[in-house]
């Protein structure tokens, strides 16, 4: 499916900042992205692109589902492509680096104190906050 076919397929038209800012995650070496981020890469590729029409694409793309919005405590909002894999996140205090991870125990752990305690899970986030590889390789944050 193409870009072109992928907004279509969502009601929404493909424009040229749609088509830019989807292919910007599409091939973008960074997976999890700020509208900042995404604005940098578009200045750096010399688009004429404005920060509002960034901010817009990226909440029309998140209703229409084909990003995920995630708040962590740097109270800013990262978004990623959703690819309908559920996954949760590290996130480096030092850096801001968020990185995926996937583990089958600790999601059949959940769902087994869910039913314990009677629940049903809906959806589930779950972030873990600490220092990524190469900011503990630096000692970054330990006194």
Known sequence: MTNIDELKSTGLKATLPRLKILD???KGEQRHMTAEDVFRVLLEER???GLATVYRVLTQ???AGILLRS???SGKAIYELNEGQHHDHFVCTACGKVEEFYDAEIEKRQNLIAKQKGWVIQDHSMSLYGHCADCAKRGVGNR
């Open 61 to 63: 793309f998140e209703q």
């Open 24 to 26: 910007i995650f599409q």
């Open 71 to 73: 708040n962590f405590e």
């Open 47 to 49: 688009s004429d692109i």
